[in-house]
C-alpha cells in the first residue's frame, strides 16, 4: 500500500473525486487545478446536468447571478476535469469502493432539501415546502410537473432570500417570467396563478431579517408588486440598532423596509405584505386543506431575540409556503451531524463523529460543509480552506493512494453496472437543445424537464 507523498514523488497525477458540481464543487476544483498538484478530477453529478444550485437553486428572473454559470463553464473546459453525470454517490457506487479509485475525495454535495418545522397543520394539502416550490419552477426532473395555484391569498413564512424568490415568482404573472428560462409546464401552471395576496412573516424584526439589500429592493421592481410595511412593524431594540451600526447590509435593509412602511398605497394589482413580530403557530385547516395561519405577536427582548405577547391573529390563506432554510441530504457511508445539518468537519476534513478523528482522504466544502447559509461567493473561501488542507495531506503523505488510478477503471465500473452516466459532451448537446428551443420564441433557453429527455441528449450516444 503506497502512500499519496510516493506517488507525488513519482510524478504522477494525483486522482481527485470531487461530489457535486454546483460553485462548491466547481470552486475547489478549479483550485486544485491551479495547485502545485498535478491532479486528474472527477466531478460527480447526481443530475443529469451540470452547476447544481444555480440550474436548479437559482431563480430563473435572476440572471445575474445565472451568469456565474459562464465562468463555472470555464473551469469545467479544463483537460484536468472530467464530468460524470447521473451518477448518485452512495446509490450507484459506495464511498468505501471509491477509495479504490480517488486519493482523496471531496464533498460538495450542497442542501436541497426542506428544513422541516414541526408546525401544526403542515401535512395539509396547500402547504409546501419552498424546496419543493423552487424545484418545480427551475425546471428539477425529481419534482412535480405542475402546481396547484388557486389560492388567492398565500402565506410566506421566514424572512431570507429564499421567501423573496417564492414571494415575488408568486407575485409576479406568467408573462413577466416569460423572458426567462422557465420551462413550459411552468408556464402553464403560472398563467393560472390566482394570487393576489402574499403575506410574509418573520418572527423577528427588521434588523433581524436575513434579506441582502439587492435582493429586497428587486422585490418591489416588477409593475404589478406592491411591497407593503405596516409602520407599527418597524421596531428595533438595543441589539437591533447596535446590528445596523455594525452591519451596512443591515442597515440597508432597515433603510428599504421603512420607506415600505412610509410610503402612499400604490394600485399594482399584486400585493407582497411583509410583517414582522408574528411567529407562525398553526396552519390551520379544513377538509384536509389549508383555510389559515395562525400567528403569535412578538416583541423584542433587548438582545434581537423576541418573547411571545400571547396575542394571537388568524389570516385567512389558502397557501403556505415554508422557506425557513435548507437541509442537506444525506450520503450514505459518510457521517452527518443532523443538529447542525453538515458533514461533521474541522473546516475541511471529515471528521468521525464517534472519535473525533479526521477521516483519511474525505473533505467537505460548501453548504454541506458550513450549513445552508451565505452567498455563493462565500463558498469560494470555503474551497481554499479545503483544498489547502487536501494539498498538504497530499504531499506529505497522510493519505493512502488509490490502488486503480487508470481513469478508464470507473468508467469501467459504472458501466458494468449500467449506470446511463452523462458527459460534459452531453451537457453540450443538452444545453444547445435548450439554447434552440428558446430560439424560436427569442428566449436564450427553455429547460428541458424530463429525465429521460435531459438523458437522451446528454447521455450515452447509440
Ligand atoms: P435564511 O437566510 O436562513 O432565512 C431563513 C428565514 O426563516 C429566517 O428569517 C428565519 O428567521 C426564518 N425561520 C427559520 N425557522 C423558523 C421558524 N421555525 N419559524 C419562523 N421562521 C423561521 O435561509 P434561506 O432564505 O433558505 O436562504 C439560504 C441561503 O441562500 C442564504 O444565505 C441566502 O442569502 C441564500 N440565497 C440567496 C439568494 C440570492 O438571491 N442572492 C436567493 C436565495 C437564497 P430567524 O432569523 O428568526 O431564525
Known sequence: MSTTADVHASNQPARIAVIGSGPAGIYASDLLVKSELDVQIDLFEKMPAPFGLIRYGVAPDHPRIKGI?????????????????????????TVDEMHEYYDAIIF??????????????????GSFGSAEFVGF?????????????????????????VSLDVSRILAKTADELLVTEIPDNVYQSLKDNKAKEVHVFGRRGPAQAKYTPKELKELDESPTIEVIVAPEDIDYDAASEAARRESKSVDLVCQTLESYAMREPG???????????????EIVGEDG???????????LDGNG???????????????VYRAIGYHPQHVDG???????????????????????????GLYATGWIKRGPIGLIGNTKSDAKDTTTMLIEDYVSGKLTAADKRDPEAIVNLLESRNVAMTTWEGWGRLDAAERAAGEEFERERVKIVEWEDMIRHAGPQA
Open 69 to 93: 454559470v459562464k465562468s463555472l463553464h470555464n473551469v469545467m473546459e479544463k483537460n484536468e476535469i472530467r464530468f460524470l453525470g447521473n451518477i448518485e454517490v452512495g446509490r450507484d457506487i
Open 108 to 125: 460538495a454535495t450542497g442542501a436541497t432539501q426542506d428544513k422541516a418545522m414541526g408546525l401544526p397543520g403542515e401535512e395539509l394539502d
Open 137 to 161: 419552477y427551475d425546471g428539477n426532473p425529481n419534482f412535480k410537473r405542475e402546481w396547484d395555484l388557486s389560492a388567492e391569498s398565500v402565506a410566506v413564512i421566514g424572512v431570507g432570500n
Open 267 to 281: 394600485d399594482a394589482p399584486h400585493k407582497i405584505y411583509i410583517h414582522f413580530f408574528e411567529s407562525p403557530t
Open 289 to 299: 386543506k389549508v383555510v389559515g395561519i395562525r400567528t403569535e405577536r412578538t416583541q
Open 305 to 319: 431575540n423576541v418573547t411571545g405577547t400571547g396575542e394571537f391573529t388568524d389570516w385567512p390563506v389558502q397557501a
Open 334 to 360: 459518510v457521517p452527518f451531524d443532523e443538529k447542525k445539518s453538515v458533514i461533521p468537519n474541522d473546516g475541511g476534513h471529515v471528521i468521525d463523529s464517534s472519535t473525533g478523528e479526521s477521516i483519511p
